[in-house]
């Protein structure tokens, strides 16, 4: 293990794999640790590369030609069960919203502000900040895991990690607060889906850098899907944990949805050689394998669900349901139901992962009890309304002020920790508390591929209203996105107060977090922020 071999502070010491789990009697204090059903269990369902229409469940006004292509039958009961929120956020790529949901940072302030993998390695292509944290979240900070195992619960790691990169100890979830890890490391994506390739693994070879997955030794060779396979070990991690006599933190954090592009063999026969739902446009090859992944990750939901029901620990069991970025379209897919091709993969929303537009950020988002039930106590202090729906908007940093608040850890956060995101509690049972409360976006590199929006840039959303500053070439935008939901219609020009008192707003709130600005590549220079010029 990555472990120092000398002298262990306290958090090495609790975060270490096989010693937390013994330990976890013990939380800060040392006051006794909640006894199981004292704190519900907590699951995070967290889907990589999920676009906010991958699903058969609606999060806009109306069903789409995607919602009807998607089959999520286990996230519609989940809905069914629980709140569905149609506008929540996450950060445009994997690491800063990986980052942001384990410590409660905007990207501005914990600066992991593009995806990570080795730790000197700046994956910004272009223009990106000179002393971005490229070296990712790592084990002596604060995080939503280590408060929870502190506080007495049973945590499991499963998935993708994407947190520290190679090498450093934030690579290894154990070090991160986990007392079970199961398949993460540095790397974002998988080498393969398939257990006949060994899940990117060369023949014989325990873990192959950079892409191989870890720790799944005993599926190599099998015809078995990644989704599956994690599904089983978190399932017997879900014993473990009842074993222990602990409520559980679940962070079930699939590989599936991002590339590589494959198709899940259980599921593919439902969309391959077929039509898009109500079009005569058939459906290419790759988007019939990405649709089986989705059904795929879908049914992970649904195997986890009944997991915990089987353990008699449904009403008990709080899901949170969302995905780490906006659905992918810059690259890698094809025609989609409405004939078209790249960027429109989430459609009436425009672009996709990476990008500044609402493509790149906005996300399905469900929370519920795997069983409602009114009377059960842990319940009636969380009565989430089955069937409801929450425009309050939502954003990834949220999850660690309302993950501890459920796990009642929330006031064990340091008081050198300050916080951005919210505890959004009281809108999961239904009250929209601050529909004006400002979402701040900071992606200050060069992603990935030309397109609409995949500039550098930093956003703000205030109620219906969403302002971007492009770092280059320099230039601001405004749209409505109440009335215009596919930032077709840029109103800078027309809606010049408003514009210059949301850039101001925006740049001294990031300057506040401690915002890098990113650095032109031709001149070296930084590229600060610049208000807009206000005719007098
Ligand atoms: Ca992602």
Same mark, same amino acid.
């Given at each position: 293990?990555?472990?120092?071999?000398?002298?262990?502070?306290?958090?090495?010491?609790?975060?270490?794999?096989?010693?937390?789990?013994?330990?976890?009697?013990?939380?800060?204090?040392?006051?006794?640790?909640?006894?199981?059903?004292?704190?519900?269990?907590?699951?995070?369902?967290?889907?990589?590369?999920?676009?906010?229409?991958?699903?058969?469940?609606?999060?806009?006004?109306?069903?789409?030609?995607?919602?009807?292509?998607?089959?999520?039958? /286990?996230?519609?009961?989940?809905?069914? *069960?629980?709140?569905?929120?149609?506008?929540?956020?996450?950060?445009?790529?994997?690491?800063?919203?990986?980052?942001?949901?384990?410590?409660? &940072?905007?990207?501005?302030?914990?600066?992991?502000?593009? &995806?990570?993998? /080795?730790?000197?390695?700046?994956?910004?292509?272009?223009?990106?900040?000179?002393?971005?944290?490229? =070296?990712?979240?790592?084990?002596?900070?604060?995080?939503?895991?280590?408060?929870?195992?502190?506080?007495?619960? $049973?945590?499991?790691?499963?998935?993708?990690?994407?947190?520290?990169?190679?090498?450093?100890?934030?690579?290894?979830?154990?070090?991160?607060?986990?007392?079970? /890890?199961?398949?993460?490391?540095?790397?974002?994506?998988?080498?393969?889906?398939?257990?006949?390739?060994?899940?990117?693994?060369?023949?014989?070879?325990?873990?192959?850098?950079?892409?191989?997955?870890?720790?799944?030794?005993?599926?190599?060779?099998?015809?078995?899907?990644?989704?599956?396979?994690?599904?089983? =070990?978190?399932?017997?991690?879900?014993?473990?944990?009842?074993?222990?006599?602990?409520?559980?933190?679940?962070? *079930?954090?699939?590989?599936?949805?991002?590339?590589?592009?494959?198709?899940?063999?259980?599921?593919?026969?439902?969309?391959?050689?077929?039509?898009?739902?109500?079009?005569?446009?058939?459906?290419?090859?790759?988007?019939?394998?990405?649709?089986? *992944?989705?059904?795929?990750?879908?049914?992970?939901?649904?195997?986890?669900?009944?997991?915990?029901?089987?353990?008699?620990?449904?009403?008990?069991?709080?899901?949170?349901?969302?995905?780490?970025?906006?659905?992918?379209?810059?690259?890698?897919?094809?025609?989609?139901?409405?004939?078209?091709?790249?960027?429109?993969?989430?459609?009436?929303?425009?672009?996709?992962?990476?990008?500044?537009?609402?493509?790149?950020?906005?996300?399905?988002?469900?929370?519920?009890?795997?069983?409602?039930?009114?009377?059960?106590?842990?319940?009636? =202090?969380?009565?989430?309304?089955?069937?409801?729906?929450?425009?309050?908007?939502?954003?990834?940093?949220?999850? $660690?002020?309302?993950?501890?608040?459920?796990?009642?850890?929330?006031?064990?956060?340091?008081?050198?920790?300050?916080?951005?995101?919210?505890?959004?509690?009281?809108?999961?049972?239904?009250?929209?508390?601050?529909?004006?409360?400002?979402?701040?976006?900071?992606?200050?590199?060069?992603?990935?591929?030309?397109?609409?929006?995949? =500039?550098?840039?930093?956003?703000?959303?205030?109620?219906?209203?969403?302002?971007?500053?492009?770092?280059?070439?320099?230039?601001?935008?405004?749209?409505?996105?109440?009335?215009?939901?596919?930032?077709?219609?840029?109103?800078?020009?027309?809606?010049?107060?408003?514009?210059?008192?949301?850039?101001?707003?925006?740049?001294?709130?990031?300057?506040?977090?401690?915002?890098?600005?990113?650095?032109? /590549?031709?001149?070296?220079?930084?590229?600060?922020?610049?208000?807009?010029?206000?005719?007098?």
């Amino acid at each position: 293990m990555m472990r120092n071999t000398g002298t262990m502070n306290r958090r090495d010491f609790l975060g270490a794999c096989s010693l937390g789990f013994a330990l976890g009697v013990l939380s800060r204090g040392g006051a006794a640790a909640p006894k199981t059903k004292e704190r519900p269990n907590i699951i995070l369902f967290l889907v990589d590369d999920m676009g906010w229409q991958d699903t058969s469940v609606a999060f806009w006004t109306e069903e789409t030609l995607f919602n009807r292509h998607y089959r999520t039958p /286990n996230m519609e009961r989940l809905a069914h *069960m629980g709140v569905r929120f149609t506008h929540a956020y996450a950060h445009a790529v994997c690491s800063p919203t990986r980052t942001s949901i384990m410590t409660g &940072w905007n990207p501005a302030r914990h600066r992991v502000t593009n &995806w990570t993998l /080795n730790p000197d390695q700046d994956t910004s292509r272009g223009w990106g900040p000179r002393n971005w944290k490229k =070296e990712g979240l790592q084990a002596d900070e604060v995080t939503l895991a280590q408060l929870l195992q502190v506080a007495g619960y $049973f945590t499991i790691h499963c998935g993708k990690a994407h947190w520290g990169a190679r090498g450093t100890g934030g690579e290894d979830p154990c070090r991160l607060g986990f007392d079970v /890890n199961i398949a993460g490391h540095a790397a974002g994506a998988p080498g393969s889906y398939q257990g006949l390739d060994n899940f990117g693994n060369a023949e014989g070879d325990e873990h192959t850098l950079p892409w191989g997955v870890p720790g799944l030794d005993h599926y190599h060779g099998e015809d078995i899907d990644l989704s599956d396979a994690l599904t089983q =070990e978190a399932i017997a991690a879900l014993d473990k944990a009842a074993a222990s006599g602990k409520p559980f933190y679940l962070y *079930m954090s699939h590989y599936a949805v991002h590339t590589p592009i494959q198709p899940h063999n259980r599921f593919i026969e439902n969309y391959r050689g077929q039509q898009y739902p109500d079009t005569e446009i058939e459906i290419p090859p790759v988007e019939a394998q990405y649709a089986s *992944m989705v059904e795929g990750m879908d049914a992970s939901l649904g195997a986890v669900l009944a997991k915990v029901e089987a353990l008699g620990e449904a009403e008990s069991t709080l899901v949170i349901f969302t995905s780490d970025n906006g659905g992918l379209s810059a690259h890698a897919r094809g025609t989609t139901p409405y004939g078209t091709g790249l960027n429109t993969h989430n459609r009436p929303l425009r672009a996709g992962k990476g990008s500044a537009y609402e493509g790149g950020t906005r996300v399905p988002f469900i929370a519920a009890w795997a069983q409602p039930a009114r009377d059960n106590r842990l319940q009636a =202090e969380l009565p989430v309304e089955a069937g409801s729906v929450s425009v309050q908007p939502f954003i990834s940093e949220d999850l $660690f002020p309302t993950v501890l608040g459920i796990g009642g850890a929330l006031d064990s956060v340091p008081a050198t920790h300050p916080l951005d995101g919210q505890d959004m509690r009281r809108c999961l049972i239904g009250v929209e508390a601050d529909l004006e409360r400002p979402l701040y976006f900071h992606y200050p590199h060069t992603w990935g591929p030309p397109g609409p929006g995949y =500039e550098p840039h930093s956003a703000m959303r205030v109620g219906d209203w969403k302002i971007i500053y492009f770092y280059i070439p320099q230039r601001w935008e405004l749209y409505n996105i109440a009335e215009d939901i596919g930032e077709t219609h840029d109103l800078a020009e027309e809606e010049t107060q408003r514009l210059a008192r949301m850039a101001s707003k925006l740049r001294d709130d990031l300057v506040e977090m401690g915002a890098q600005w990113p650095v032109d /590549n031709e001149t070296g220079e930084e590229s600060p922020m610049r208000l807009p010029e206000l005719e007098s």
